[in-house]
């Protein structure tokens, strides 16, 4: 169904050829299709199908230290030379930036391992329903749960080549299943809505239909009649759902884009205690089937595992090749993001943080985007449960939390229960002293 | 005539009858065809960076019966490729029947000139204009130490073919303007965001050293947030300004008035039309006739002649936003509000400019009627929950009131509030309505669209404010 290599090897390679022939000093082009099959569901019977095709190319072509990128999704032969022509038309008047380059040599990725990145399991539509149905069903089986948002199960191929005119020239096939089921409870006046997704690129890894439409069900009731509670500074402990977001934060916060430009609260932190001692952030790129891993980034440079934080303390940062020069250091294989990103495992079990403090305020969601990169200040709307004496009582919503990260990251404490579900990955967060705002 | 077969092995016959195979047996639906072209000239850190540019045609094949909507789309515009979308269609609709409604309103509506935004400002006079910008705003003070701008410009040209040989056209221009400045002093960073933009061209805005003003406000936003103090916790009295500030009204209320969310019954407005939802004073409408705004169309992504619809009159809810399926299953009529991002994606109810008119009252008497609350002038992101209809704003700029008067800015203060309990809070209707300056984009099930806001000044009686600080 998708495209074979050879298929995208060719266009690159007529991409590149004509680039050189135009005079552009360097080119580099990532050519990718994608097909994807998507069924939603609602309410005992199919809501819709989307099928999806996507072929396209993204070229960029080098004058000397000029750059310029075009991207086009019509890769019919005699309109791929137009467009080479247009993209190098567009270079040859961009200014020059002395730090323009393709990556070094040395660091492309040459490997042999294999991660385990494609799962060739067609499931077709009327398995996919099969699916949804039973995810519906058993979270319809729970008293309270009256409506539902619709559930969707979607299958994605994807293969891509990226090559340069260095002569690195490689490509994968990728396979995504995702399935998401979203429902509605009610109880009085008080109406909620929860989901539950899983995403892997093995259906056999997929958690089961059961499993999502219980969970479903049980994140929606949780909610139902929630209180509204006193601003005052509260321990909170952070669902391994929105402790992963947090994680995702210190992320973007030592990208080399943003501590080049001097963006980020954690400019001139390197070899800094960010975090308590017994804290360790990993970057791995290698761990098979996992959704994050990649054999290189997206300029071709190999992805080693990557140790961030050590002991609390801050070691290396996310580093492509033009952002690398302007801070003195090689790209580490990080344009394009982090791979599987985690917290390490803490010493507390799950019990042990929700019992530290006689009333604790349990947070599963978080709404808005009340991240402040720069100064390090955070403040969202949150939803989520009072514990008291390790027990959960009730529902609260309409609050918020607010914080700065830097006394955030100083302060948290981590459960032992860290899964590698997602491609950023962080057990329990337990942050004592977080401003709590209600009425 | 389409221009979209040109070059292909297609035509127009062979098209349609591809269409009119597919479609007979349904409610509704077409074959959606669109040629795209984008730019984005970004200037950052004292350089040009590199300038992207991006094309993209394709077609999205939309086959509707009953409530189950089958899509499939895809860039390659051949007949093989629109056959085998025909059949992904018809298997997932076999076993229903509809009855094709082919009577779709006609419009000559302009409200926007066809323009190319791309390639009537030459690539040269953009770079240039980007480095002016920046000694600019780098030369207003000594405290700024970041400078982003960007130029990003897009024209779509989309055609729309129904059952029976209906074509439909609309082309559209888009550009937006942004200028971002970092501040540093006394070892604090903050900064200001300022943009503008509608579906004119880049010179239209720009004219007249107006890039200046751009450079200015954002300088005066991040300076401002030099100064604040962290923000008071709890829950208090608001005042919001005029203008942008209505993506509050966007998020708290208007996606709950979007006919799937009702139709669903899964939004808290859907059993309350003719009820009064809010305070007296409050009329809230979605406009997508007004000439050059980000969220004005033609047509919207079904070939519906856009409207001025009426969301909610002096109080009481009146009408839903609806799309064409959401509309028939509702038994009532499209308001011209269905949109997709691209022919990638699904159509759905979407706002186009959502107002609230103007009132009587003054900014100067509701910031005196307040002893202890905050004056919100922007935001940045929001975000809402419509099945509980909790909303969040983070506040980029805000004051504190105190005693009737206007103090202290205040940094990362976060409004957190219900949109159906706060649409009966709003105690004070200004009479200064404005529209936003043309920067909106809408997100909505992964779909990002243009959108447009606009109100005057409002007092709402409480709200949560999220802050470090408890009073």
Known sequence: ??????????????????????????????????????????????????????????????????????????????????????????????????????????????????????????????????????????????????????????????????????????????????????????????????????????????????????????????????????????????????????????????????????????????????????????????IKRANGSKYFDSEGVRVDELSLIENGVLKNLLVDTYNGKKINKRSNGRCGGTSNLFFKKGSKTFNELINSSKKILYINETIGHGTNLITGDYSVGASGQIIENGEFKYPVSEITIAGNLNEIFKNLILADDLALNYSTNSPTMLVEGITVGGI | MSKFFDNTDLNINKVENIVSSTLNNCDDGELYLENSKSEAVILDDNKIKSSNFTTDVGYGFR??????????????????????????????????????????????????????????????????????????????????????????????????????GELLKDSRPLVRVNVSIMLEKNGRKETGVYGIGGRQSYDDYLKNDNWKSLCDEAFRIANTNLQSKPSPAGEMKVVLGPGWPAILIHEAIGHGLEGDFNRKKTSAFHDLVGKKVASNGVTIIDDGTLDNRRGSLNIDDEGTPTEKTVLIENGILKNFMQDRLNARLMKTKSTGNGRRESYKHIVMPRMRNTIMLSGNDTQEEMIKSVDKGIFAVSFGGGQVDITSGKFVFNCTEAYEIINGKIGAPLKGATLIGDGPSSLKEIAMVGNDMMLDPGIGTCGKAGQGVPVGVGQPSLLINKMTVGGTQIK
């Open chain 2, 63 to 164: 086959a509707i019966t009953g409530d189950v909507v089958a899509y499939s789309h895809s860039n390659d515009i051949s007949e093989n490729s629109l056959k085998n979308s025909s059949a992904n269609l018809k298997s997932t609709l076999s076993s229903n029947k509809g009855n094709y409604d082919n009577q779709i309103k006609k419009t000559n509506q302009k409200f926007y000139k066809e323009i190319d935004p791309i390639d009537n400002k030459s690539m040269d006079s953009k770079i240039k204009l980007l480095n002016e910008i920046n000694e600019y705003a780098r030369s207003i003070d000594a405290s700024v130490k970041q400078v982003t701008a960007n130029f990003l410009g897009e024209k779509k040209d989309i055609e729309i073919l129904r059952l029976g």
């Open chain 1, 1 to 286: 169904m998708i495209k074979d290599k050879n298929y995208l090897l060719n266009i690159s390679e007529r991409i590149l050829t004509k680039a050189k022939k135009l005079g552009a000093t360097d080119a580099s082009v990532v050519v990718s299709n994608s097909v994807s099959e998507d069924i939603s569901y609602r309410n005992k019977k199919i809501d819709g199908s989307t099928r999806s095709e996507n072929l396209g190319a993204e070229l960029t072509t080098y004058f000397g230290k000029k750059k310029s990128s075009l991207t086009s999704s019509n890769l019919k032969e005699d309109i791929l030379d137009e467009l080479v022509k247009k993209c190098f038309i567009a270079t040859k008047i961009t200014p020059e930036d002395e730090l323009n380059s393709l990556p070094d040599k040395d660091l492309h990725f040459k490997g042999l391992k294999e991660l385990d990145l494609f799962d060739k399991t067609h499931l077709d539509n009327k398995e996919k329903i099969n699916y949804l149905k039973e995810a519906e069903e058993v979270a319809f089986s729970v008293p309270k749960i009256v409506n539902t948002n619709g559930s969707g199960f979607s299958e994605k191929k994807s293969n891509f080549v990226l090559a340069n005119s260095n002569g690195f020239s490689d490509g994968y096939e990728t396979s995504q299943f995702t399935a998401y089921c979203e429902v509605v409870s009610k109880e009085n006046g008080s109406m909620e809505r929860d989901y539950e997704y899983s995403s892997k690129r093995f259906l056999s890894d997929l958690l089961s239909a059961k499993k999502i439409g219980e969970n479903a069900s049980k994140f929606a009731i949780r909610k139902l009649s929630p209180k509204k509670i006193k601003s005052e500074r509260m321990t909170v402990v952070f669902d391994k759902r929105i402790s992963k977001n947090i994680l995702s934060v210190f992320a973007n916060a030592i990208s080399s884009n943003v501590i080049a430009k001097g963006t980020t609260f954690l400019k001139g932190k390197e070899n800094n205690q960010i975090f308590k001692k017994d804290i360790n952030i990993v970057d791995k790129s290698d």
